[in-house]
């Protein structure tokens, strides 16, 4: 009797492990969502400004691309009129205020056709997100993929001047959708366009960020936009970002650049290689790419666990 009600309780925790598994919202982390990429980050392949309906679809049906990024601003969809003044959320990049395809619709069409990407959703203002989150809240039973909400909060190097997004605002209400990454950043002024090519995160700049998200009580995953050129020329505060960023559940780095930013890409590949490639999303042009020496980094992590979830569940089917 004994042998059977220990065998009894076995298997209870057991079924209990694998609901709770499938009951979780596994989507939120790529890395369990993606189980082709092994655990590193740097192997995501990023789409960007999906801004379009046709851009859109394209990207869909791309089979290398796994996430999306598509910027959100208010304006109107083409063909509106000038006097309608109804601004809602479409996907744009500013100065531009029209588009053919809308926050809204943009969710849908993911939802419907899309199994296999996640979405990043870059907001240009607060004034952009607060109008969208009756969107999201909406669509957000249907959102079985990664999702990422971004926003520059913060004025960063070099003397930025570009107005951040609200901070508070920003994260607060981002923070109602805990099953999704919040991606906050900080305002750049670097590369070709700024003629600036020296440049680094400050010490101050840093601790703008963890004192904001530590006031607000984030807990939700958290991933760091940093600028590929400034990044590199700031090892030590970036490192210091990701050690003192533990009160989220879980915390990643968006390295990304523009095309012809100047970056050291031996210290940048240190630097990835030091955090660690299942730590660190690589979003940036191929001509750099190719120049990252990231290999002999990846983790088998994700691979042991979907093991372990298959041979429970071999368990208990042969045994039920």
């Known amino acids: 009797m004994k042998s059977i009600t220990t065998t009894a309780t076995s298997l209870l925790f057991l079924a209990l492990i694998q609901a709770a598994m499938s009951a979780s919202n596994v989507s939120v982390d790529v890395a369990t969502f993606f189980p082709d990429i092994e655990g590193n980050l740097t192997k995501i392949v990023w789409e960007h400004a999906v ?22 601003t208010l304006g109107t969809l083409n063909g509106t009129s000038d006097n309608n003044t109804q601004l809602i959320p479409i996907m744009a990049h500013p100065p531009a205020t029209k588009s053919n395809l809308s926050l809204d619709d943009f969710l849908n069409t993911v939802i419907k056709k899309n199994v296999t990407k996640g979405i990043k959703l870059d907001f240009k203002s607060i004034g952009a997100f607060n109008a969208s989150v009756p969107i999201l809240e909406k669509v957000r039973s249907n959102t079985k993929f990664p999702v990422f909400l971004n926003a520059d909060i913060l004025p960063g190097p070099v003397n930025a001047s570009t107005t951040p ?29 700024d003629n600036v090519t020296e440049g680094q995160y400050t010490e101050q ?13 984030v807990t939700q995953p ?9 990044a590199a020329n700031s090892m030590k505060v970036i490192k210091s970002l990701m050690e003192n960023s533990s009160f989220a559940s879980k915390v990643t780095l968006t390295v990304w650049s523009s095309e012809g930013d100047k970056v050291d890409a031996e210290t940048l590949s240190t630097l990835i290689r030091d955090i660690g490639v ?27 666990v979907t093991l372990a979830v298959s041979l429970l569940t071999g368990l208990l089917s042969s045994i039920l």
């Open 51 to 72: 801004n379009s309906k046709e851009k859109l679809d394209n990207a869909l049906v791309s089979a290398n691309v796994k996430m999306l990024e598509a910027d959100v």
């Open 278 to 304: 299942k730590k660190v999303f690589v979003d940036v042009p191929q001509d750099l790419m190719n120049k990252l020496h990231l290999s002999g980094a990846s983790s088998v992590m994700v691979a042991s």
């Open 165 to 193: 997004v609200t901070a508070k605002a920003f994260v607060s209400q981002a923070m109602a959708f805990p099953e999704y990454t919040l991606s906050v950043g900080w305002t750049t002024r670097y590369g070709v366009k």
């Open 205 to 217: 700049q840093i601790q703008d960020m963890i004192n904001i998200l530590k006031e607000q009580k």
């Open 222 to 230: 958290i991933t760091y936009p940093v600028r590929a050129g400034l």
